[in-house]
């Protein structure tokens, strides 16, 4: 009897793979793992659309005082991003709609007449991605809560089993609690410091790559290949 593989190691693709597929050249500042070949797939059936990714990360960087900021997902940062995308062509809040049709034929072949006809309305209905390309779907989360993740994922799955993309991507973040404890303390609209700590700004129901890849490693994306950026310490830069 062979020895069972665990599901993560089977849908999962090694770093080191994934590095060599997207031609990683952006060092220590994001994580990225790959599930069910997603960078193959970016680089094989959307190789610009993957360098214009590749692009925006390499742009993008987060000072440490606008993670002290108040704003939430919608910092500095966050528009800055945006402005990225749509520097690299990606349309931005990007929303699927369908109606499905369903034909009913009697007997066999294309000449089989048509005995019955359902329109089902809104079959898919107002999914949203934030940016959009090509075959590609493109999300960033910084400080949603963690249930934002299941409507991404479920985005891309229904984008994905339409046709209209082939990968689904996502930025967000790989910050632990040590690192913004360092920080110090949070600053007000006026820069000055208030006594809240920036560790208690980004709490437990926040997002984080562990909580994306875990629903990632439930199946929340269907068939939908995955790839997913997180970003590190060494892609915040000094205030």
Request: proline share 3%; net charge neutral.
């Given at each position: 009897?062979?020895?069972?593989?665990?599901?993560?190691?089977?849908v999962?693709?090694?770093?080191?793979?994934?590095?060599?597929?997207?031609?990683?050249?952006?060092?220590?500042?994001?994580?990225?793992?790959?599930?069910?070949?997603a960078?193959?797939?970016?680089?094989?059936?959307?190789?610009?659309?993957?360098?214009?990714?590749l692009?925006?990360?390499?742009?993008?960087?987060?000072?440490?005082?606008?993670?002290?900021?108040?704003?939430?997902?919608?910092?500095?940062?966050?528009?800055?991003?945006?402005?990225?995308?749509?520097?690299?062509g990606?349309?931005?809040?990007?929303?699927?709609?369908?109606?499905?049709?369903?034909?009913?034929?009697?007997?066999?072949?294309?000449?089989?007449?048509?005995?019955?006809?359902?329109?089902?309305?809104?079959y898919?209905?107002?999914?949203?991605?934030?940016?959009?390309?090509?075959?590609?779907?493109?999300?960033?989360?910084?400080?949603?809560?963690?249930?934002?993740?299941?409507?991404?994922?479920?985005?891309?799955?229904?984008?994905?089993?339409?046709?209209v993309?082939?990968?689904?991507?996502?930025?967000?973040?790989?910050?632990?609690?040590?690192?913004?404890?360092?920080?110090?303390?949070?600053?007000?609209?006026?820069?000055?410091?208030?006594?809240?700590?920036?560790?208690?700004?980004?709490?437990?129901?926040?997002?984080?790559?562990?909580k994306?890849?875990?629903?990632?490693?439930?199946?929340?994306?269907?068939?939908?290949?995955?790839?997913?950026?997180?970003?590190?310490?060494?892609?915040?830069?000094?205030?």
């Amino acid at each position: 009897m062979t020895k069972p593989r665990r599901v993560d190691d089977a849908v999962f693709d090694t770093e080191d793979l994934t590095k060599s597929q997207l031609s990683w050249s952006l060092g220590q500042r994001y994580s990225v793992t790959s599930y069910r070949s997603a960078a193959a797939i970016l680089a094989q059936r959307a190789p610009q659309e993957m360098a214009a990714v590749l692009r925006v990360l390499r742009d993008f960087t987060i000072s440490r005082s606008e993670i002290r900021a108040p704003g939430g997902n919608r910092m500095s940062a966050t528009t800055r991003f945006a402005d990225l995308a749509a520097r690299e062509g990606f349309h931005q809040e990007v929303r699927i709609e369908a109606d499905l049709v369903v034909k009913l034929r009697a007997g066999k072949g294309d000449a089989a007449p048509e005995i019955d006809r359902i329109i089902r309305d809104d079959y898919i209905h107002n999914h949203l991605v934030d940016f959009w390309r090509g075959r590609v779907a493109f999300d960033y989360e910084w400080n949603s809560k963690d249930q934002t993740y299941d409507r991404d994922l479920y985005a891309f799955r229904s984008f994905f089993e339409a046709g209209v993309i082939d990968v689904g991507v996502i930025v967000t973040r790989e910050l632990s609690n040590e690192f913004f404890q360092s920080l110090g303390y949070c600053l007000d609209k006026n820069g000055n410091e208030t006594d809240r700590t920036v560790a208690a700004k980004f709490g437990a129901s926040t997002t984080g790559t562990h909580k994306l890849i875990s629903r990632i490693a439930a199946g929340r994306s269907g068939g939908c290949p995955v790839l997913v950026f997180g970003i590190l310490p060494d892609n915040i830069t000094p205030d």
